[in-house]
């Protein structure tokens, strides 16, 4: 199957600080790439989407000068949490979606941030 | 607008018992309906997908059917392993959106 990587799998910062997060589809070009929230309890929240390209569409309540997303080609999106504050400490988890598949999407393994 | 409605869990098994965890669905069109599973510290991986009315999805054991007539897709399987234990979440997508709308999991727990 399609194969999406992320980096770094953990990142720990301090308050205040920006994160940066790499989505990268490694084996197909991804035209669109969501990056979803995960919180306790399992729930998935979709925070934005990107098409390669363009700007992204942030799901209401996201805040998009806070969560920076670029989808700068069709194998890579980074998400950028600016000024983070521990309460932005969760499992942050992007998928890639194929062109020729359009309702198929492939999750990258997560990566979970700690903001002390 | 689209919606995905899971059995609340955790569901709790012994090894060799049958799964059935349910999942129905709200959609515009003609949506693709899938089925992904996480397991713990990892992301979501795609389990099985069917695009239309009476597909049957299937891998690793695991089973669903889209049923338009009930609007639903359970998931099935009929003999679970430990290694099964993970948190399963129902999805679909090209409904109303291309958007994908997912269920909010359910967790699976299954016991020696």
């Known amino acids: 199957g399609a194969v999406v990587s992320q980096h770094p799998s953990r990142v720990i910062c301090k308050s205040g600080t920006s994160v940066k997060i790499e989505c990268r589809s490694l084996?197909?070009?991804?035209?669109?790439m969501f990056w979803y929230r995960q919180f306790p309890k399992q729930s998935l929240m979709l925070m934005a989407t990107?098409?390669?390209?363009?700007?992204?569409?942030?799901e209401q309540g996201v805040e998009k000068d806070k969560f920076l997303i670029n989808h700068a080609s069709l194998t890579l999106s980074t998400l950028t949490v600016t000024s983070a504050h521990p309460e932005d400490s969760s499992f942050y988890i992007c998928?890639?979606?194929?062109?020729?598949?359009?309702?198929?999407?492939?999750f990258g393994p997560g990566t979970r941030l700690t903001v002390t | 607008g689209d919606s995905v409605t899971q059995m609340e869990g955790p569901v709790t098994l012994s090894e060799e018992a049958f799964l059935t965890i349910n999942c129905t669905y709200t959609?515009?069109?003609?949506?693709?309906l899938f089925w992904y599973v996480q397991y713990p510290g990892e992301g979501l991986q795609l389990l099985l997908k069917?695009?239309?009315?009476?597909d049957k999805g299937s891998n690793k054991g695991f089973e669903a059917t889209y049923r338009k007539e009930t609007t639903s897709f359970h998931l099935e399987k009929g003999s679970v392993q430990v290694s099964d234990s993970a948190v399963y979440f129902c999805?679909?997508?090209?409904?109303?959106?291309?958007?994908?709308?997912f269920g909010r999991g359910t967790s699976l727990i299954v016991h020696p």
């Open positions: 959609a515009t069109g003609y949506p693709s």
């Open positions: 069917a695009t239309k009315a009476d």
């Open positions: 999805a679909l997508s090209g409904g109303g959106s291309y958007i994908p709308t």
């Open positions: 998928s890639g979606r194929p062109g020729q598949t359009p309702y198929e999407q492939y």
């Open positions: 084996d197909f070009q991804a035209t669109t």
């Open positions: 990107s098409n390669e390209g363009s700007k992204a569409t942030y």
